[in-house]
């Protein structure tokens, strides 16, 4: 291939001055040392929204946004020693191992309020060390500069671990969950060789997570061509919440799910199927009570509306 050269219409800028001698003494490295973090002996956690490059409506990304960063902006101000950095749909929230729990507290109110919203958000967490760095530019630098560098093996490891399985949980490694083990005799999970710190045991989180998760799932379902990998998604956020619980409700959810209007046989059967469930055996035990939350037509009417509310998966 050819090419002619021609000359770029639009140059690049170039700052006026002069060139004079400074003395090595007062020459200033980039970093600025004073207002530099580092923390060496870390936690770190990283989040972001699953699906969110799928969203298309403006107003549906901005609520989006909004309500991804208002839970961390409260815990924030509950949790001063735990450093919060948000940026579009993902977060870094790290602190010392001293803070440990404060950190896992924080990140579980986290979880607990986005679940509310019908978000769904994957984690990780590792161990290491932690760094933000500012540069002597940042105090010249205008408005219409924001700048934030992070790095450590913290990050990087919390980073890794986000993506390294799947469903809207918090992945951790061997150490990290060893450490929340021994220390505050925290459960550890695993699905597919992937391990992960629980975040929530409440009954009525679950409740949410399973309904929006489930309902996500029946939706997937209904379509001719399906993402694999949503869907073991969804699975797994299932899975996590019959098993982060000695209560029955997340399994009875599913089951009242199944016997709604809402489910067309074939996919019913795909599901039963797939979840393991025997028929008539589970239903049976529960009839009453799913006939009785069937009757309440707007429990199963907020949960659909939760579920097709926001294209996060």
């Given at each position: 291939m050819t090419m002619n050269y021609k000359k770029l219409p639009i140059r690049p800028f170039k700052i006026p001055g002069k060139i004079i001698k400074v003395p090595i003494s007062e020459?200033?490295?980039?970093?600025?040392?004073?207002?530099?973090?580092?923390?060496?002996?870390?936690?770190?956690?990283?989040v972001d929204i699953l699906g969110f490059s799928e969203k298309k409506d403006d107003e549906d990304i901005e609520m989006c946004l909004l309500d991804f960063s208002g839970p961390l902006t409260l815990a924030a101000r509950h949790f001063p020693q735990v450093r919060f950095n948000v940026f579009s749909d993902c977060a870094f929230?790290?602190?010392?191992?001293?803070?440990?729990?404060d950190l896992l507290s924080a990140i579980r109110y986290a979880f607990s309020q986005w679940i509310s919203d019908g978000i769904l958000v994957r984690g990780g967490i590792a161990i290491?060390?932690?760094?933000?760095?500012?540069?002597?530019?940042?105090?010249?630098?205008?408005?219409?500069?924001?700048?934030?560098?992070?790095s450590g093996?913290?990050?990087?490891?919390?980073?890794?671990?986000?993506?390294?399985?799947?469903?809207?949980l918090l992945f951790t490694n061997e150490e990290c969950a060893e450490f929340y083990n021994k220390n505050y005799s925290e459960p550890i999970f695993e699905i597919e060789n992937s391990f992960f710190v629980g975040w929530s045991d409440e009954e009525s989180i679950l409740y949410w997570f399973t309904g929006i998760s489930f309902l996500r799932l029946i939706n997937l379902l209904q379509l001719k061509n399906i993402n694999k990998s949503i869907k073991y998604k969804l699975l797994n956020n299932i899975k996590y919440a019959f098993n982060?619980?000695?209560?029955?409700?997340?399994?009875?959810?599913?089951?009242?799910?199944?016997?709604?209007?809402?489910?067309?046989?074939?996919?019913?059967?795909?599901?039963?199927?797939?979840?393991?469930?025997?028929?008539?055996?589970?239903f049976i035990p529960y009839k009453k009570l799913i006939d009785e939350w069937l009757n309440d037509s707007t429990k199963l009417e907020i949960l659909k509306s939760l579920a097709d509310s926001d294209s996060s998966i």
């Open positions: 020459i200033k490295s980039g970093k600025d040392q004073d207002k530099s973090i580092l923390i060496s002996d870390a936690i770190a956690v990283y929230i790290a602190t010392n191992k001293e803070n440990a729990k290491g060390s932690y760094n933000e760095t500012q540069s002597f530019a940042h105090s010249i630098a205008p408005k219409n500069y924001v700048g934030s560098l992070f093996s913290a990050v990087t490891g919390a980073v890794k671990l986000e993506g390294s399985g799947k469903g809207a982060a619980t000695d209560s029955l409700l997340p399994r009875f959810l599913v089951l009242a799910i199944l016997s709604s209007s809402l489910i067309t046989p074939d996919v019913r059967e795909k599901i039963i199927s797939i979840l393991k469930i025997n028929e008539p055996e589970d």
